[in-house]
């Protein structure tokens, strides 16, 4: 169990390190060219390896991978350091591999994995403020090991968790706050029988179709992105239907399949964020490195609405670790040996009159 364990850490650092891109075959009704609003570059105090960012309210949730308190907390006005939670360690109230940070705007909580302990962790973000490092998690639900790795997951309304991976070839599983599974009655619509062979292990499987994913409360529409697969899919958990937009002429690969884990070599989409009605994803679309083994990062983010209409491809001058998007602004990490943030404004094409 601890060498599936440590493939998991492995195989979800992997997936932490962004990428750079290539044009693709989407047809978007709109190109902006980001600079042309671009408001400022702010630096993070307290801060060394900045790897995920979400803003909720007048907060900035900022994940340190190099630093001992995981979870971060600045203010968005002046991005002054609140301070941090989560450490890692064996001790009281410490974690072992803390990873994959979700905000939940509804219930207003911050969750993340435990990888070395397959537990699910729910913080108040109250309690957050009040206790600082020393807060106790509001809820704990443990999973089945054949979930893992555990890309992504959404919070639904009743509080369960609508997890991305499988214990068979289901497209989701629903957690209770017990981790009693349900299948959703959803099959994986680009799962290939002809590649079933190559998954010996179910953490193979939910490695060759890890995705991003954001969830619709009120349509219960979820979408869903994928790190290997150049396509996205709208499932509709209401009438159990799903609709897949594909836009690459690349045929897909065979799995590659080195050591127990899932090789990386090509990266479609990174990381969805939603906001207003728009569902936002980051994409690399090549390889992952370059011939001198430096990582590539995606300089841009492609825009859809909530039925997958493409609607514009912003492109940034700087590359993009890691994005969040809140209202009028989208706050980019960027690779910079300073950590920083670059902050834009929402172009017009976007803004809440269009939606």
């Not at 190109?31 to 900045?50: A, G, H, Q, W």
């Not at 007048?58 to 979870?71: G, K, T």
Request: with cysteine; charged share 20%.
């Amino acid at each position: 169990m601890k060498t599936l364990i440590h493939t998991f850490i492995a195989f979800f650092l992997i997936l932490l390190t962004p990428s750079c891109n290539t044009n693709n075959a989407l047809h978007f009704k709109d190109t902006v060219m980001m600079d042309n609003y671009f408001i400022e570059t702010v630096k993070l105090d307290s801060c060394r390896s900045p790897m995920f960012i979400q803003v909720v309210d007048s907060l900035a949730f900022i994940c340190d991978q190099n630093i001992n308190e995981f979870i971060k907390i600045y203010k968005i006005n002046n991005f002054e350091y609140l301070g941090g939670f989560v450490k890692t360690g064996k001790g009281p109230n410490e974690y072992l591999a803390p990873g994959l940070p979700t905000i939940d705007r509804k219930s207003n909580m911050v969750w993340f994995n435990d990888f070395a302990k397959t537990i699910l962790f729910g913080f108040s973000i109250k309690d957050i403020l009040v206790h600082g490092s020393e807060v106790k998690p509001m809820k704990q639900i443990q999973f089945d090991l054949q979930l893992m790795p555990l890309t992504t997951f959404n919070i639904l309304s009743d509080t369960s968790i609508l997890a991305s991976s499988s214990v068979d070839t289901s497209f989701f599983t629903i957690l209770n706050k017990s981790g009693k599974m349900t299948r959703v009655n959803i099959k994986n619509p680009i799962y290939k029988d002809e590649f079933q062979s190559h998954f010996n292990m179910q953490h193979l499987y939910n490695q060759y179709y890890s995705r991003s994913s954001v969830y619709n409360d009120s349509l219960n529409i979820s979408v869903c992105a994928f790190s290997l697969h150049d396509c996205l899919v709208l499932s509709n958990l209401s009438k159990y239907e799903t609709k897949t937009l594909s836009f690459s002429d690349i045929e897909e690969s065979t799995p590659n399949i080195i050591d127990k884990n899932v090789v990386i070599d090509y990266v479609s989409y990174f990381r969805l964020r939603e906001d207003r009605g728009f569902v936002y994803g980051s994409y690399l679309g090549d390889k992952l490195y370059d011939e001198n083994y430096n990582t590539n990062y995606p300089d841009r983010v492609h825009v859809f609405d909530w039925n997958l209409n493409p609607i514009a491809e912003l492109i940034f001058s700087t590359p993009i670790v890691n994005f969040s998007v809140y209202k009028d602004l989208i706050y980019v990490i960027t690779t910079s040996e300073n950590p920083e943030v670059n902050v834009y404004k929402i172009p017009p094409v976007l803004s809440k009159n269009n939606v």
